[in-house]
């Protein structure tokens, strides 16, 4: 464990919205079964934001925006959500068992009212060729 200070200056990320959703994929990442997962390659030029490289440590917050670990990024593709594999699905520890059922529960969280209004697109949605940036990482020290 490593104290709050020890971490200023590493960038943030977050899992989702702050709320319920960021609190299962924060302790699913704390328990060590979520270990992989996948945002929008547009949110990331929404933003322009610089893509994840491999070795970058940053800061998981949670719902309180408080630092919860240091994470560290160990592979970043960027695919069509139409080639997402299984082993990607499985490792984002959400429980899903094939493919379609991680197709399934992404695509209600990137048509949803709170995605829909971050991109400032009611009519927002995803198909097989939209780019998905899969990221995985590993815990490498708790905050607190």
Known sequence: MIAE?????LPTTGFAFPGPLRDRLNAAILDGSKTS??????EYRREN???PEVGRRAVMLG?????VAVIETTEVRVVRLGDVDLRHAVDEGEGYASVAEWRAGHEDFWHS?????????PEFTVDDDTE???ERFRVVALVG
């Open 5 to 9: 200070s020890a971490v200023a200056g």
């Open 37 to 42: 997962t996948t945002s929008l390659v547009l």
């Open 49 to 51: 934001e610089p893509f």
């Open 63 to 67: 719902s309180d925006e408080r630092p």
């Open 113 to 121: 009212d709170d995605m829909r209004r971050y991109l400032e697109d």
């Open 132 to 134: 998905a940036l899969v």
